[in-house]
């Protein structure tokens, strides 16, 4: 079992950046795809990004390719989500999810594990 926090949330300006964390408990971490999913009020969870055990494997959602980078240290049991270009529209809670095994890295089905997610605001 894994027990993830995220951290690095907050107010930004439009065409800012941030640098959100996860913090995960447990000595597997490595063992461990990781993803990240946003939610914003009102709608689905959406998909960001996902990356595999070493960083050698990145996937990301169509909504944030090119914008948002994900990055994992295992050393800091951490995975990183970049953010760049944020739009209005990015502002949402984001989560960082984690599987043993997935087939389905961009559904919220392929998780078994889930922190308590962390607010990220833009303003135009």
């Known amino acids: 079992q894994v027990q993830l926090v995220e951290s690095g949330g907050g107010l930004v300006q439009a065409g800012g950046s941030l640098r959100l964390s996860c913090a995960a408990s447990?000595?597997?971490?490595?063992?461990?795809?990781m993803g990240w999913f946003r939610q914003a009020p009102g709608k689905e969870r959406e998909f960001l990004a996902a990356?595999?055990?070493?960083?050698?494997?990145?996937y990301y959602g169509d909504s944030v390719k090119g914008r948002f980078t994900v990055s994992r240290d295992n050393v800091k049991n951490t995975v990183y989500l970049q953010m760049n270009s944020l739009k209005p529209e990015d502002a949402a809670v984001y989560y960082c999810?984690?599987?043993?095994?997935?087939?389905?890295?961009?559904?919220?089905?392929?998780?078994?594990?889930w922190g308590q997610g962390t607010q990220v605001t833009v303003s135009s």
């Open positions: 999810a984690a599987a043993l095994v997935t087939t389905i890295p961009g559904s919220v089905r392929g998780y078994d594990y």
């Open positions: 447990g000595r597997t971490f490595s063992a461990y795809r």
């Open positions: 990356i595999n055990w070493n960083g050698g494997w990145t």
